[in-house]
Each structure stands twice: as structure tokens, then as C-alpha cells.
């Protein structure tokens, strides 16, 4: 496993980016999209269909989606993980504390809650007040899941000969790591 500090000795082609909920995924899918030019979903857009239903076409968007050359996309839900990291020569893994993926993850879920913001096929997020009687609110799912990723990702090198991972361990080294990339792709 990588980390921001190792240079980059490959090409980037198709990047996964996992994160539990509020480390910044979609967030720095978008600053990658922006700088190779390669094509991003967001995963979210692709598994929820309007009244927060799952979508009957969402394995079927994603194999279409990363069955192209270059993407980008987050590394969700179990049912496609096997697919995105089969198929991904890199993986970002945003590893950062507990404090800052909450931070991040409350301010999200309040500024797109008092906003009215819509997030895919019509949903907004729930009223506040929901989380306390819904154990899937976006914010007791974020506390809930915050190390679930601890055991899992550090084991996929080993699974997937063709992924390189990169922790990056704070918001200061996915910026050293994409400065980084600027660079090699300038090359």
C-alpha cells in the first residue's frame, strides 16, 4: 500500500475512491474528473431512483460504466464492489480520523438539508429530526460505519494483482497526492 508521499510510477486509467460516508469521495471524484478529463458518476446517482428506491438498473449502469477505458468513480455498496475494484488500476482509500469525516459529514447533511438541495432523481435528505428514529440517517450511518473499511481495504493489493491503493490519511494528502498527479500527467 502507497500512501501521498510515494511518487507515482504509474498511469492512473480507471480510480476507485473509497471512503466511509463525509471523508470526501464524490468531492475528490470531481477534482480527478477535472484533471485527467476521464468520465465520473456519482455512484449514489446511479443506485437511488426517486423516493430513495433502489434503482433495478444500478448493477447493470455501473458493469457499463467501468467497462470503458478511464474512469472515476466511488468505491459503494457491496453488491458492485467486487466490479469497480476488479476492474480499477487504483484505488484512493480516504482514511481520515473520525472527527474530520463527522465534521464533514454533519456540515454536509445540514447545508443540503436547510438548502432543499437535490441529490439524485429528487431526493433531499430527511428532516433532522429523523435521526434519532432511523438508524439508516445518513449521520448515524456515517458514526455507525466509520471503521468499516479498517479491515477491508488494506487486504485488496493482495486480492486484485492489478490495483495499486494509496491511503491517504488526511484531507493534506489527497491534496499532495493530486498536486502529484498534476505533475506526472504535465510529465
Not at 27 to 32: A, E, H, N
Not at 82 to 94: H, K, Q, V
Amino acid at each position: 500500500m502507497r500512501s501521498a508521499d510515494d511518487p507515482i510510477s504509474w498511469n492512473p486509467q480507471r480510480i476507485a475512491v473509497a471512503g466511509t460516508s463525509g471523508a470526501g469521495k464524490t468531492t475528490l471524484c470531481t477534482q480527478l474528473a477535472e484533471l485527467t478529463g476521464y468520465p465520473q458518476v456519482e455512484i449514489d446517482s446511479l443506485h437511488w431512483g426517486p423516493d430513495w428506491t433502489p434503482r433495478e438498473s444500478f448493477i447493470d449502469d455501473v458493469d457499463k460504466f467501468t467497462a470503458q477505458q478511464h474512469w472515476i468513480i466511488e468505491l459503494q455498496y457491496r453488491q458492485v464492489r467486487p466490479m469497480i475494484t476488479e476492474r480499477a488500476d487504483t484505488l484512493l482509500w480516504l482514511d481520515y480520523s473520525t472527527p474530520v469525516k463527522m465534521q464533514r459529514l454533519i456540515r454536509r447533511t445540514l447545508r443540503r438539508r436547510f438548502g432543499r438541495q437535490e441529490l439524485w432523481n429528487g431526493n433531499t435528505e430527511p428532516p433532522l429530526w429523523t435521526i434519532f428514529t432511523r438508524k439508516e440517517h445518513i449521520i448515524r450511518w456515517g458514526w455507525d460505519t466509520r471503521n468499516a473499511l479498517k479491515p477491508v481495504v488494506p487486504t485488496l493489493e493482495e486480492r486484485f494483482a492489478n490495483l495499486t491503493v494509496v491511503r491517504l490519511s488526511s484531507p493534506k494528502a489527497a491534496r499532495m497526492w493530486l498536486q502529484e498527479l498534476a505533475v506526472t500527467a504535465r510529465g
